[in-house]
């Protein structure tokens, strides 16, 4: 017997962001896109590979640009963003970010075929928590970087609420690597697969109670 939903065609995802969205230092099948995908595609969804405009080391206006020069020509089922670690990496404003994440909000919604509805926020991770802090360029110190990574979701909150798009928080996992080195990769920096299965969790769950709505 054939699942509902199964014979509904191939959904289309795009993923937006920065390191934490192509998987840096992990095989791409266990990045949070590709992970998401294969929890959705057990219950029955079809989708096709991700698409995915995310570099390491990007900021907010970073990806605006690479957004706009990838000139997308079809919209998407489910788009999810995640940026701004590298804004308060190179202790870039707040209210800079707020302005440029405001965009890439609105033009994630212009994309995504249910608008608001159908795009999803991802929290920034605290990296505070990881040994990379020992290499930090302006020699922050753990307490430092969390309190400005939870100053930034504090206002990526506020935009997402504004917008009514979905904010998904998954900095408490990546605090959970304070207690749990399985969840950081071999950089240090970056989560493992282990992490990413978490977030990708949340995620699904999320994406299926969209789809299930009538």
């Known amino acids: ?22 998987g840096e230092a992990v095989p791409q099948e266990n990045s949070f896109p590709f992970e998401t995908l294969k929890l959705l595609q057990k219950n029955g969804y079809s989708f096709t590979t991700p698409e995915i405009i995310a570099k390491t ?42 302005t440029e994440f405001t965009a890439l909000l609105e033009t994630a919604i212009s ?3 249910q608008g608001a509805k159908s795009v999803f926020i991802l929290s920034i991770p ?3 928590i990881t040994p990379f802090v ?9 307490s430092q970087i969390s309190i400005q990574i939870e100053k930034f979701n504090f206002t990526k909150q506020e935009i997402a609420a504004q917008f009514g798009v ?16 399985q969840l950081l990769a071999e950089d240090g920096l970056h989560p493992s697969g282990k992490m990413y ?16 709505k009538k």
């Open 166 to 181: 979905k904010f998904i928080n998954i900095t408490p996992i990546s605090q959970d690597a304070k207690n749990d080195s």
């Open 57 to 98: 080391g990007w900021t907010t206006d970073e990806l605006a640009t690479a957004i706009k020069e990838a000139n997308l020509k079809s919209k998407y089922d489910i788009v999810t963003l995640l940026i701004g670690v590298n804004n308060q990496y190179r202790k870039r404003s707040i209210e800079e970010y707020k």
């Open 126 to 128: 605290d990296w505070g």
């Open 1 to 22: 017997m054939s699942n509902n939903h199964s014979a509904i065609s191939e959904r289309n995802i795009l993923c937006l962001g920065d390191s934490y969205t192509i």
């Open 134 to 142: 020992a290499q930090d360029a302006h020699k922050r110190t753990a």
């Open 197 to 212: 299965l978490q977030w990708a969790k949340l995620l699904a769950t999320e994406i299926e109670k969209l789809f299930l």
């Open 111 to 113: 994309l995504s075929k």
